[in-house]
């Protein structure tokens, strides 16, 4: 991948100027699709955008010191690294990738809860720490079943480069995969049933509490960018292979609909669970989980 | 006005956020305020979103006779919501004190404290008048943010308020109780 191909890639398509507009859509989708579900008509098709502008347009408490600044600096972080894990997803065919580009990818992911976390505990709220802590309890638990359902995948098809693992033809262990990390992508997201660290009746806004104006529209931002860099990944690996680029693009554009449909379901379906509930949840989804990754390249082993 | 500031006016008039506060109610307006965003009167439509922390708030409804105890807590509230911001008085109780008036463990009318810019009357108002004050509160943020209106109380007659009441009192009474 050179640099060309790489900056419009992280610019173009999939990148900023096709993953913000789908970054709102989504987060419109996802409030207009529970909406319906209640019985009630929802918010209107620009509302995520009227909602960023006028947040871009409020003033912000005074911060001062260098707990002001990496107040600052962590939105900006969360919103970079979704942007660039939207941006290495391949989704025209052969468009570039390298070997490992799924490992940058897990982090990039990772990056957003990490500056979540980091957010809440440099606020000095005492709801931002509880919610930081949820957060972190939270991603500790759902990453272990999240990063063994891909390292799974990668082990059987013997390969970390994206595209290779999306050119592939699909195995049942694959499946499996995919639908490991369908079961963690509330966690991530944040939604029903597992919307702990932001859980409103309880600590308020969680690690936003403090958060205003300019900062809070660029957390929203990085909300919205990671439902397209995630709904994005379980749709590189579902999709079928395609050559046509248009078709790759608007299977994968449709497969991330369909995943955001499902997931506002779950949300709208579901009330939130409790921390040592959802804690068991995930360490016991893990244990099966676990048991397939460790046999899956065991088997590749022995085969090779 | 240029574009971007238009479209900032704009973008403000369709996306308030709330932040609810109770002074002291009896808990019917904040059944009222809840009701007025269940499907029957659904005020997401408007872009309405009931927020957690009142740093992400636009727009403060405040309920309740502002009790002795209340005071400090609204005054600190109302400096935490970051501007431009609006303040709404849901039910009779901010108004005038309803039923409470002239008790000794209160400080109300809420206005004797902090600016109110929509009252919306009742015991308690009907969700649709809640809708219409959060509406109109939404405008006078906007317009007051692109400097274009002068600020006064606006009062949304309910239905019971009406007969007693047909032009606004409460907000005139209020109006005329502003301290400096």
Known sequence: ?304 | MNPWNKLMCYCRRRSPWLFHMNSGSCNGCDIELVASLTPRYDAEQLGVRLEGSPRHADILCITGPVTHNAVNAIKTVYDQVCGPKAVVAIGSCPATTNVFIDSRTLEGPLNRHIPVDVFVPGCPPRPDAIVLGIAKAAEILANRAAKKLPVEPVCIPGTECAAECAAGCAAKAAASEVQP
């Open chain 1, 1 to 304: 991948m050179n640099l060309t191909t790489a900056l419009a890639r992280l610019l173009i398509f999939p990148g900023l100027l096709f993953a913000v507009p789908a970054a709102w859509f989504f987060l419109w989708v996802e409030r207009k699709s529970v909406a319906l579900m209640q019985g009630r008509i929802g918010p209107p098709f620009m509302q995520p955008f009227y909602d960023f502008i006028k947040l871009l347009g409020k003033t912000t408490p005074p911060r001062s010191g260098v707990g002001g600044l990496l107040m600052r600096l962590w939105p900006l972080l969360a919103v970079s690294a979704a942007a660039g894990a939207v941006g290495l997803l391949p989704v025209l065919p052969s468009s570039g990738g390298f070997e490992g580009d799924l490992i940058l990818l897990l982090a990039l992911l990772e990056l957003p809860s990490m500056c979540i976390i980091a957010a809440g505990f440099s606020s000095g709220s005492i709801f931002g720490e509880i919610g930081s802590a949820r957060e972190a309890i939270l991603s500790v638990s759902y990453n272990v079943v999240f990063l063994l359902a891909i390292i799974s995948i990668a082990a059987s098809q013997h390969t970390f480069r994206l595209e290779a693992l999306a050119a592939l033809p699909a195995s049942p262990l694959r499946w499996l995969g995919v639908l490991a990390i369908l079961v963690c992508l509330p966690a991530k997201l944040h939604i029903n049933p597992f919307s702990l660290p932001n859980a409103e009746q309880e600590i308020y806004s969680g690690p936003m509490t403090e958060y205003a104006g300019p900062e809070l529209a660029m957390w929203e931002l990085s909300h919205g960018l990671e439902w397209v860099a995630a709904t994005g990944l379980v749709a590189t690996l579902a999709a079928p292979h395609l050559t046509t680029w248009w078709l790759a693009a608007l299977v994968f554009v449709a497969l991330s609909f369909a995943v955001v449909l499902l997931l506002s379901a779950v949300a709208a379906a579901t009330a939130r669970l409790q921390i040592d509930t959802t804690v068991r949840f995930y360490w016991q989804c893990t244990l099966i989980f676990a048991v397939l990754a460790v046999a899956s390249a065991l088997f590749m082993r022995l085969r090779a």
